[in-house]
């Protein structure tokens, strides 16, 4: 075999790949937290690992104020709290991305005047064209009260 044959043989393997097809609209699961239980003022902060996975890489923002990740603690129903996401710069030739977010969110201090305080966050992201992925939830949190 040539070595030009060889190459052709490379090529031609390389090509039949077929990229992933995803959905447009983000979708997420939560693969970890890295603890469920916090002190009241606690320096320590909330670590989730985020798969996610988008039809057309629109992941992330490019501007400075944009915010795409959104935190909801369950003992305040309706307020969400943005962080941002970077910008996810494509790689190759295909649209479809998929990845681990890793997102930090501080605890602060107790709301309901109980010894503990249990809580949960649901995450939510957008992308850059508005559609919105579907939401998760993290494990019940406790936090203790001073």
């Known amino acids: 075999m040539t070595i030009s044959a060889a190459a052709f043989l490379i090529t031609g393997f390389n090509s039949c790949v077929k990229p992933p097809e995803y959905p447009v609209e983000p979708r997420i699961e939560l693969v970890e937290v890295n603890k469920v239980s916090f002190v009241e003022f606690d320096p320590d902060s909330l670590r989730v690992n985020i798969y996610f996975e988008d039809g057309d890489g629109d992941i992330g923002g490019e501007d400075v104020d944009s915010l795409n990740l959104f935190w909801e603690d369950s003992r305040v129903p309706g307020f969400r709290i943005g962080a941002k996401i970077p910008y996810i710069e494509l790689q190759g030739n295909h649209t479809a991305i ?3 977010i890793y997102a ?4 602060s201090q107790c709301i309901n005047p109980v ?3 249990t809580f949960y966050y649901t995450i939510q992201i957008r992308d850059r064209a508005g559609n919105w992925s579907n939401e998760i ?3 019940n949190l406790s936090l203790i009260c001073d």
């Open 115 to 117: 010894d503990v305080d």
């Open 137 to 139: 939830r993290t494990p």
């Open 104 to 107: 930090v969110r501080g605890i």
């Open 98 to 100: 998929s990845g681990n």
